[in-house]
T-cell receptor
């Protein structure tokens, strides 16, 4: 099946610094990518929908100035957590659907990035 | 995206068949039902998708009654490695990928 790669798999950063997470679709093009945050024992929470060449659509309650999303190409979207704080520590996951496929095409997910802010 | 309701958790034993039901009373005519599996510290993985009646693949079966207001994911002869969280999503909207709470399945030896 199609592959979505996230990098890094885990990262530890100091409070107040920024962290960038990359999401790449390796063998398909994706007009739209999705970013999620997941806390322990909880479901995935959709943060934003990233559209190639345009601004991301953020879910209610997600600070767009804190979680910067850039979708510069059909195979790459990035999430930057700015001025990270310990409460931003979480598991971040991206997903994408192949471009030009049917409405019911399944989404492919990255392996996730574990962010720990100390 | 049609709202879904699943049991929060289920326990089973190795070798048993497990059926996880998802309720989606407000499913629309053009909605599909998709199930994903997630292991700890990994991204979800597609399991199966269906529109009506029954769909089977090498991993699972999906049963959908005529009214399509619910669906049942059936895992035959589960093993310890099937311990995971299972999510059902309903919809055709390519840009609406919100997850419900999911069902945490624990398979015991």
């Amino acid at each position: 099946g199609a592959v979505v790669s996230q990098h890094p798999s885990w990262v530890i950063c100091k409070s107040g610094t920024s962290v960038k997470i990359e999401c790449r679709s390796l063998d398909f093009q994706a007009t739209t990518m999705f970013w999620y945050r997941q806390f322990p024992k909880q479901s995935l929470m959709l943060m934003a929908t990233s559209n190639e060449g345009s601004k991301a659509t953020y879910e209610q309650g997600v600070e767009k100035d804190k979680f910067l999303i850039n979708h510069a190409s059909l195979t790459l979207s990035t999430l930057t957590v700015t001025s990270a704080h310990p409460e931003d520590s979480s598991f971040y996951i991206c997903s994408a659907r192949p471009r030009g496929t049917g409405m019911n095409t399944e989404a492919f997910f990255g392996q996730g990035t574990r962010l720990t802010v100390v | 995206l049609a709202k879904t309701t699943q049991p929060i958790s289920m326990d089973s034993y190795e070798g048993q068949e497990v059926n996880i039901t998802c309720s989606h009373n407000n499913i629309a005519t053009n909605d599909y039902i998709t199930w994903y599996q997630q292991f700890p510290s990994q991204g979800p993985r597609f399991i199966i998708q269906g529109y009506k009646t029954k769909v089977t693949n090498e991993v699972a079966s999906l049963f959908i009654p005529a009214d399509r207001k619910s669906s049942t994911l059936s895992l035959p002869r589960v093993s310890l490695s099937d311990t995971a969280v299972y999510y059902c999503l309903v919809g055709p909207d390519r840009n609406d990928m919100r997850f419900g709470a999911g069902t945490r399945l624990t398979v015991k030896p």
